[in-house]
T-cell receptor, first 114, second 113 residues
Framework: DSGVTQTPKHLITATGQRVTLRCSPR?????VYWYQQSLDQGLQFLIQ???????AKGNILERFSAQQFPDLHSELNLSSLELGDSALYFC?????????????FGPGTRLTVL | AQKVTQAQTEISVVEKEDVTLDCVYE???????LFWYKQPPSGELVFLIR??????QNEISGRYSWNFQKSTSSFNFTITASQVVDSAVYFC??????????FGSGTRLQVQP
C-alpha cells in the first residue's frame, strides 16, 4: 500500500458526460501528479500540482482539468468524454522537496466510456 | 528528447529461472534519475528502485538486482529464482528535471509454475 488513495476504483459513463476523479496523497506529500494509462498510448503524464499550484503540464487535453485543494487532495475533471478517454487514470504523490523525488502511485481509477 | 525503450514486450519463464528485463534510456541531460515500477495483475503501480545518474553502483535487494551502465545507457533489472508472484508488467522510467516521469512501454513477465 503506497499510501495514495484514489476514488472511485471504477467508473462507467457515457460519451459526452463529465466525471471527477479524486486523489489523496501520502501524508506529508505536497506534489500530486496525474497519469493516464491506455493500451495505445501507454503511461502518459497529464499534470502536476505542488502545494495547490499547477507546476507542470504534459499531454493533457483541453477537456481535462485538475486542481489541488488546501488539504492537498486533488481532483481530475474530465468533460465531454469520448470513447478514447477510456483508460486507467493514476494519481501519484511525492514529497515535493525536489522535482526528482520518488513518485508513489495510487491504485488507479479505471474509466470506461460507453 | 527523453525516451525509454523496453524492447522486450513479453517474457515467459518457468519458476526458479533467472530473468533479465532490459531498459535503454536516452537523454542529453547529465543529471537524471531512473526508476523501475511493477504493475501486478491487480493494476497498481509499485515503486521498486530509484537511481541517479551519478551513482553507477549496482544494487541488490533480495532476489532483485539492477545493473546501471552509463556507457550503454542501460538500466537492466534481473530477477533471480523467479516466482509466480513476480508475474507482472514491469516499467522502466526516467526523470530528467522536466517534472514528469517518462515511462517505457513495459515488459510483461509471465512466470509459469
Amino acid at each position: 500500500d503506497s499510501g495514495v488513495t484514489q476514488t472511485p476504483k471504477h467508473l462507467i459513463t457515457a460519451t459526452g458526460q463529465r466525471v471527477t476523479l479524486r486523489c489523496s496523497p501520502r501524508s506529508g506529500d505536497l506534489s500530486v501528479y496525474w497519469y493516464q494509462q491506455s493500451l495505445d498510448q501507454g503511461l502518459q503524464f497529464l499534470i502536476q500540482y505542488y502545494n495547490g499550484e499547477e507546476r507542470a503540464k504534459g499531454n493533457i487535453l483541453e477537456r481535462f482539468s485538475a486542481q489541488q485543494f488546501p488539504d492537498l487532495h486533488s481532483e481530475l475533471n474530465l468533460s465531454s468524454l469520448e470513447l478514447g478517454d477510456s483508460a486507467l487514470y493514476f494519481c501519484a504523490s511525492s514529497a515535493g522537496t525536489s522535482d526528482a523525488d520518488t513518485q508513489y502511485f495510487g491504485p488507479g481509477t479505471r474509466l470506461t466510456v460507453l | 528528447a527523453q525516451k525509454v525503450t523496453q524492447a522486450q514486450t513479453e517474457i515467459s519463464v518457468v519458476e526458479k529461472e533467472d530473468v533479465t528485463l532490459d531498459c535503454v534510456y536516452e537523454t542529453r541531460d547529465t543529471t537524471y534519475y531512473l526508476f523501475w515500477y511493477k504493475q501486478p495483475p491487480s493494476g497498481e503501480l509499485v515503486f521498486l528502485i530509484r537511481r541517479n545518474s551519478f551513482d553507477e553502483q549496482n544494487e541488490i535487494s533480495g532476489r532483485y538486482s539492477w545493473n546501471f551502465q552509463k556507457s550503454t545507457s542501460s538500466f537492466n533489472f534481473t530477477i533471480t529464482a523467479s516466482q509466480v508472484v513476480d508475474s507482472a508488467v514491469y516499467f522502466c522510467a526516467q526523470f530528467t528535471g522536466r517534472r514528469a516521469l517518462t515511462f517505457g512501454s513495459g515488459t510483461r513477465l509471465q512466470v509459469q509454475p
